[in-house]
Each structure stands twice: as structure tokens, then as C-alpha cells.
């Protein structure tokens, strides 16, 4: 690990080589778990104001979820995370070619949503941890981003140049900066190739 302003970082996050394949994994992380995505209590709202901006671009089962419990409920540990449809599927997952996305995502994209998807979403496979002052930076291993690791390894393109909107998002540009200083140093030094 290493110490970035108030946050800890895996090396994981240097090391590790990622991309994104949906025409491999067809976006299963939108569809795959036992849960929905992790939600901070601040997204909420967004969610809810998204959730009216893409309303017609969900499932008739999505739509009857939200009216009835709402776009997150409290997990089996009691942290909230999206609402789900027939136990997998996020209720903002959408299909277009066989292939998910979020609709919240898209909608942001194009300019219709002020709010975009979760920032645990947008971050995935990194997974941040609260622990006292410090929050903490960990790669997710999940075996449905094996063609993730493949193309990433392919173009090699390290995880956190791969995640470097999120991470902005998440953390601010001069927290992004310090982290490429410091993935530059670890390399020089030879922790990380």
C-alpha cells in the first residue's frame, strides 16, 4: 500500500493491467452478484432524479422495483446498494445487442442527467474501503473480468490510467496527479513494471 493525501492504495492499482471488454463479458458486472452496487448515502437523490430521466428506458420490472422499494434497499450487512430485479440484474440495466449498460451512464453521457451512475459502478473493479481517516484503494478479483484482464494486458494499460475518470471523480485531479507521480517512482524504484 501506498499513501496518497488521505488514502491508501494496493499496489494492485499499479500493477494490475485492465480494459474493459464488453463484447467478451457483455457487461455481467451490471447483472452478476447477490447484490446490488454499493451506494453512499449522498447518491441517493441522484439516483432518484435519474431514475426519473431513464424511467421509460427501463424494464416494466425494473419500473414496478423502484415503485415499490425504491432505487436502493440495505443489504445483508445493512449497507445500501442499487435495487435489483429478479435477484441480479441492477434496476438501471439496461440491453441494447445482447449487451448491458446503465442507463443512468448513457443518459449522463449524452448530456440528459446531471447525476451519473454510482461511483462504485464507475470505479469498478476498485473497491474503497473506509478505514478510521483514511479510505482505501483495492482491486476487485472477479472471474467474469478475465476478458478485462486480457485486453488490458493486450494494450497494456494499467489499471489506474484504465479508471483515471473515476479516480478523478472520486478523489480530484491533483489527487490523480500525486498517484502518477507516485506509479512513476514505484517504477523507477522497480516495485512495479
Known amino acids: 500500500m501506498v499513501e496518497i493525501q488521505n488514502t491508501l492504495v494496493s499496489l494492485d492499482i499499479f500493477q494490475v493491467r485492465f480494459c474493459c471488454d464488453l463484447e467478451a463479458c457483455k457487461g455481467a458486472c451490471c447483472i452478476e452478484g ?13 439516483l432518484e432524479d435519474a431514475a426519473a430521466i431513464v424511467w421509460d428506458e427501463l424494464s416494466r420490472k425494473a419500473q414496478r422495483v423502484i415503485k415499490q422499494d425504491g432505487v436502493v434497499y440495505p443489504d445483508a450487512w445493512g449497507e445500501l446498494v442499487t ?3 429478479d435477484g441480479k ?5 439496461c440491453y441494447h445487442n445482447g449487451c448491458c449498460f446503465c442507463a443512468i451512464d448513457k443518459a449522463y453521457r449524452e ?8 461511483i462504485s459502478c464507475h470505479l469498478y473493479p476498485i473497491r ?3 478505514m478510521g481517516d483514511y479510505t482505501a484503494l483495492n482491486y476487485h478479483q472477479w472471474s467474469i ?4 484482464l486480457a485486453l488490458g494486458k493486450k494494450l497494456n494499460l494499467p489499471l489506474y490510467k484504465f479508471l483515471k475518470e473515476p479516480l478523478i471523480r472520486a478523489f480530484g485531479q491533483s ?19
Not at 447477490?34 to 441522484?46: L, Y
Request: with cysteine; hydrophobic share 40%; glycine share 8%.
Open 89 to 93: 440484474d441492477c434496476v438501471f440495466t
Open 145 to 148: 473480468c478475465r476478458p478485462a
Open 111 to 118: 448530456g440528459r442527467c446531471a447525476h451519473n451512475k454510482p
Open 83 to 85: 435495487s435489483i430485479v
Open 175 to 193: 489527487w490523480y496527479e500525486e498517484l502518477e507521480l507516485t506509479a512513476a517512482e514505484l517504477m523507477k524504484q522497480g516495485y512495479i513494471e
Open 34 to 46: 447477490d447484490a446490488g452496487a454499493p451506494v453512499n448515502i449522498e447518491e441517493v437523490a441522484g
Open 128 to 130: 474503497l474501503k473506509k
